[in-house]
């Protein structure tokens, strides 16, 4: 037995009782181990191994037809009342729940083997870090928690022989039936129970799971913030480098800004990073908020990455990565994408394993498809990579996917005003998405899906946060995404984007003013370098636009919105709304 911890001993002997496996398996993380595992998921035909010269350590997997994406309608948050869970999330009693889990739990490891992965969330002894063991009937999923997570015999060193500071993370494919699928977390036990899923974000516990909604939990009870943002530094010809944590609904460009390759015209800039989905942040000794990413890998979405998009992501996953429903080319054992560079193998198989073609009717690659591969493969990963106390914030970002609403950028007038911007933020739905183009969609902090408990209260841990630290960073807001009246954007994004980064870090270091309007503090025109960019002047001015009619029309979506939460949304926030309808007025 690799521990003597007895609350581990505890937790596995109930999980061993219950699901009754034939085989228990510790995983230990060591190499020999996951070869071996790996070997025999390709001789089982559950992976494909990858071209060993052109994708050396690769791997290729297939989900269930009706596995391929979180299913937030089966996502549970069960709190000892609804209250509690709050009106974003869908509840249960707990003591219903676990009865309903149980009875799907009850031998449904009989002829399997149970894996036992011990895991850390963040680096090994850093104060941030969080420590869990998942039970898991799916080698697909240890292989994965490798790559995302620290995994073995360092995790149970890190917990020591007597804490019982674990989540405990349950999971079974059980028999994949959708209709008894449950991701289910109980945040007052530290504990996360998923059945009848072998897709990533369902059954990856460490992350959207842990690292967000039992993690927010944590933070609040503890006195820190668990964040659906990307961390990045951004490096000037100089050699400063300025630390921004920002937060983006989906199809906003969230991996694409973490991993941002500066145009040739600011080739002196580089953007390093730290992670590109969730942050740690602390309160400091020093009066500062610091950052970590928890996650020790990225979970990407294939299609559209390549080397025009993201070349960073792209080279992430050229080793030691396992691809999940993309399209499998035989030929040569390498895998394809909508979107990828070169044109598409003539003969290949398809996500769902059919035969397909360059002119089949269908994708080859399914839209949610994904790659695990170890956050060290990135180019521009940061040096601050593994540092045990993460990085020093200058500025929190916000943003959306606005045509006419939001400027490009602007800043909030202070910590309150900047938690209020969080609280409000939106995208406008695009053509990709179900439903109508151009509704307006509220995903405060883009955390709408991911917050662990009441969501006013979550507000409210936010505006407490700002009381903790003398010197917090500042917050904006940008939308990189303005058109013009003829539907085209304004701004060309992607590697530009670094233009509006530099402001702001200008505004952190007080090295330029800005213009009071009634949204907050708007850049002087001049003061974002548009050099060697076709952007005219009233481009420009339209850009930094604010259309108090289209802001007020706004407040009526926020206003209702807000009203969801109830006794629970804070006071401040409903002074916030009022002082900003009453700026737009004048």
């Not at 089982?44 to 979180?70: F, M, Q, S, W």
């Not at 050699?239 to 080739?267: E, R, V």
Request: with cysteine.
């Amino acid at each position: 037995m690799p521990t003597n911890n007895p609350y581990v001993l505890k937790f596995i002997k109930e999980a061993t009782d219950l699901l009754n496996p034939d085989n228990v398996v510790w995983i230990d993380g060591s190499k020999a181990q996951l070869k071996s595992l790996a070997d025999d998921a390709v001789a089982d035909g559950e992976l494909i191994e990858l071209n060993a010269e052109k994708l050396p350590g690769c791997y290729y997997y297939r989900t269930a037809l009706n596995d391929v994406a979180r299913v937030e309608d089966r996502t549970f948050i069960c709190t000892p009342t609804k209250d509690e869970a709050g009106p974003t999330n869908n509840w249960l009693a707990p003591d219903e729940m676990y009865a309903r889990l149980k009875a799907l739990y009850n031998g449904a490891m009989k002829g399997r083997t149970m894996y036992i992965v011990p895991f850390i969330m963040g680096v090994k002894g850093s104060s941030f870090s969080k420590v869990g063991i998942e039970v898991t009937d799916s080698r697909y999923v240890v292989l994965n928690m490798n790559i995302m997570t620290r995994i073995g015999d360092q995790a149970l060193e890190q917990l020591g022989e007597e804490s019982d500071d674990f989540t405990k993370c349950w999971h079974s494919v059980a028999e994949l039936n959708a209709d008894e699928r449950y991701i289910t977390h109980f945040p007052q036990d530290n504990t996360i129970m998923s059945i009848n899923s072998g897709y990533g974000g369902n059954v990856l516990l460490g992350k959207k799971c842990l690292a967000l909604r039992i993690a927010s939990y944590l933070g609040k009870t503890e006195g820190w913030l668990a964040e659906h943002m990307l961390i990045l530094g951004l490096q000037n010809p100089k050699g400063d480098i300025k630390y921004i944590a920002a937060a983006f609904p989906s199809a906003c460009g969230k991996t694409n800004l973490a991993m941002l390759i500066p145009p040739k015209i600011l080739q002196d800039y580089k953007v390093w990073t730290v992670g590109d989905d969730i942050a740690w942040i602390r309160p400091g000794s020093d009066g500062r908020l610091w950052a970590v990413n928890p996650e020790n890998g990225f979970f990407g979405v294939a299609p559209f990455t390549s080397t025009k998009t993201n070349p960073n992501a792209l080279e992430s996953t050229k080793r030691d990565t396992i691809f999940t429903n993309v399209l499998f080319n035989p030929e040569d054992n390498t895998v394809w994408w909508e979107g990828a560079d070169g044109e598409p193998p003539a003969n290949a198989i398809d996500w769902r394993g059919n035969e397909w073609h360059p002119d089949s009717s269908t994708p080859g690659a399914h839209p949610n498809s994904r790659f695990t591969a170890p956050a060290k493969n990135c180019p521009c990963i940061s040096p601050e990579f593994e540092n045990p106390a993460g990085v020093p914030l200058s500025a929190i970002v916000f943003g959306g996917r606005r045509a006419k609403t939001a400027p490009l950028v602007y800043e909030a007038f202070d910590w309150n005003h900047g938690v209020f911007i969080g609280s409000s933020m939106a995208s406008e739905t695009t053509a990709a998405a179900a439903g109508a183009v151009g509704v307006v969609r509220r995903d405060p902090f883009a955390m709408l899906p991911f917050c662990g408990y009441n969501m006013g209260e979550y507000f409210a841990h936010w505006l407490e946060t700002g009381k903790k630290v003398a010197n917090p960073p500042k917050i904006f807001h940008v939308n990189w995404f303005k058109k013009d009246d003829n539907g085209k954007f304004l701004w060309p994004g992607f590697g530009d984007n670094l233009r509006v980064l530099n402001w702001i870090v200008s505004r952190t270091n007080n090295e330029v003013e800005a213009d009071a309007s009634a949204i907050g503090l708007l850049p002087k025109a001049d003061d974002i370098n548009i050099d060697g960019l076709d952007i005219t002047d009233g481009q420009m001015a339209e850009l930094l636009k604010v259309d108090s009619s289209l802001w007020l029309e706004d407040l009526k979506g926020i206003r209702e919105f807000m009203s969801r939460f109830g006794e629970h949304l804070p006071l401040e926030i409903a002074k916030q709304m009022d002082e900003l309808e009453s700026r737009l007025n004048k």
